[in-house]
């Protein structure tokens, strides 16, 4: 069961093959047996879960069901869920149950899935090897020596070992996409706007998304249709029409064109990577798609600019952590000052204290114009040099990190090191973009490597087309890891 696509599992549901009761066993039972070794699960919801399958095996005997109902799946714990705990892979909201549910939650539970857990995640979504959470690192099911990046590493990870067949994530410099790549799954971050912040906590609010996890495109697409839409309360929520993600995944990709920037491939990039990309354009021009050389000039300020907005946001938004209204506490404050600090020392991690830091520091006075302000004038020539790419192009195509999944402990002392994670992820975020990222097979080491496809402002559909297209032609999103490990 647990090899199966949405779409299968789907089809399964409706002829009665199995109901959504006995998948969702299958899938808790799975967790019981692999994830003490993975650790990509923070909190396990076993009872919610059979109960929502059961209304789901009900409604699916009424005549009521859609495409994803019965299916379960797993959501970062960074979406608030009423009544179970909501982390974010931190301490500080080691004790936080939140009284709603997020925009996402709500949607995915009226389209009938079953959510079975919350998964584990770097701290606040700072990272990108998941060896940031207060609740330990999550292990690569393609090679438990290695990390599964992050940092949505939980939610690649149960998906890449088919503990669930999807999961949702969250975007805000690479965190679906990169994590997706290092474990072989695909995932997607959709156009800034395009699915609700709302009761997501917040990093980098410009640049925050939620997104899709799962095995192909197509499911990627089934998921968006359940995710995606406007929500009175998320103030950046955009307002569009209805749409069916799926929709042109049939078509071919004749007359299609795809940009291959040349700065996607400099020194920086793993040989072996780079041979898997240019293996992947093989395809897609034997697909009909004609490759076209593009240049994205500004491309190698998006790093530097990233790592000065997103700090800065997030320093703006974890200032709500202050141990009096909600979070972690310390013990016996002497006075208000002291319970300020202690709280904060006590609850955050390092690498978000020291993004805390960065980010007051670009905002003070004196340094905001020197760094603040010119990162967000870099930020709008990234924008530009896609808006002139996409003159050219239906979409752009490239690997989604310069390197596979890399050993426990070999980046974590480098801030520096880790944040080059994000090369070619940051920019997409920094223009509001929708990407996506395919596994395209395997580098010299036997790791996975991935293929990042990027589109048009709200263009998902054609890039799950390409997508989709991709995978028709390829087998490498069904190379599923060897396990029970
Ligand atoms: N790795 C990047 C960071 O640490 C991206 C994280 C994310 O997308 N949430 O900020």
Same mark, same amino acid.
């Not at 179970?84 to 931190?90: K, R």
């Given at each position: 069961m647990h090899t199966l696509s949405l779409a299968a599992l789907a089809a399964c549901l409706a002829k009665r093959e199995f109901s959504s009761v006995e998948l969702t066993r299958h899938c808790l039972d799975r967790i019981d047996r692999l994830d003490g070794h993975l650790n990509s699960f923070i909190t396990i919801s076993r009872d919610s879960a059979l109960a929502q399958a059961a209304a789901a095996d009900q409604r699916i005997r009424d005549g009521r069901?859609?495409? $994803?109902?019965?299916i379960p799946y797993a959501n970062k714990d960074i979406f608030c869920t009423a009544g179970? =705990?909501?982390?974010?892979?931190?301490k500080m909201l080691a004790n936080f149950i939140a009284p709603y549910d997020a925009t996402v939650v709500t949607r995915l539970a009226e389209a009938g899935m079953v959510m079975v857990g919350k998964t584990n995640m770097d701290e606040f979504a700072m990272g990108s090897s998941n060896e940031t959470s207060h609740y330990g690192t999550v292990r690569n099911p393609r090679n438990t020596e290695y990390v599964p990046g992050g940092s949505t590493g939980g939610s690649a990870a149960a998906v890449a070992a088919r503990l669930v067949p999807a999961a949702t994530g969250t975007d805000t410099g690479g965190s679906i996409r990169q994590p997706a790549a290092l474990c072989g799954v695909s995932g997607l971050k959709p156009t800034y706007g395009r699915v609700s912040r709302w009761g997501m906590i917040a990093y980098a609010s410009s640049l925050d998304q939620g997104g899709p996890i799962a095995g192909d495109a197509e499911d990627l697409a089934l998921l968006l249709n359940a995710m995606a839409g406007h929500d009175p309360r998320d103030g950046t929520s955009v307002r569009r029409e209805d749409e069916?993600?799926?929709? $042109? =995944?049939?078509?071919?990709?004749?007359g299609m064109r795809f940009g291959v920037p040349?700065?996607?491939? #400099?020194?920086?990039?793993?040989a072996s990577v780079a041979a898997r990309i240019e293996a992947a354009f093989a395809d897609l021009t034997r697909l009909g798609a004609e490759r076209v050389d593009i240049s994205l000039p500004n491309m190698r300020h998006a790093i530097p600019a990233y790592y000065v907005i997103a700090p800065a946001e997030c320093s703006s938004n974890l200032a709500r952590y202050d141990g009096v209204r909600f979070g972690h506490r310390c013990a016996a404050p002497r006075d208000l000052e002291d319970l300020y600090r202690r709280s904060r020392a006590e609850g955050f991690g390092t690498e978000v204290k020291r993004r805390i830091l960065v980010g007051t520091y670009v905002l003070s006075h004196g340094y905001y114009d020197a760094y603040y302000l010119r990162a967000q004038r870099v930020r709008r020539l990234i924008s530009e040099d896609f808006r002139r790419a996409f003159e050219q192009v239906d979409f752009i195509a490239g690997p #989604?990190?310069?390197d596979t999944a890399f050993r426990f402990g070999?980046?974590?002392?480098d801030p520096v090191a880790m944040y080059l994670c994000d090369v070619y992820t940051t920019a997409v975020n920094l223009a509001g973009l929708p990407a996506l990222s395919l596994p395209a097979g395997r580098a010299g080491n036997g790791l996975p490597t991935g293929l990042q496809l990027i589109g048009r402002p709200f263009d998902e559909a054609r890039l799950l087309q390409a997508a989709h297209q991709f995978q028709q032609q390829t087998t490498w999103h069904r190379d599923v890891p060897q396990l029970p490990l």
């Open positions: 069901a859609g495409p $994803l109902t019965g179970i =705990l909501t982390s974010c892979g931190s069916d993600f799926t929709r $042109l =995944l049939a078509g071919d990709l004749r040349r700065e996607f491939f #400099t020194d920086g990039l793993d #989604t990190t310069p070999e980046k974590s002392s």
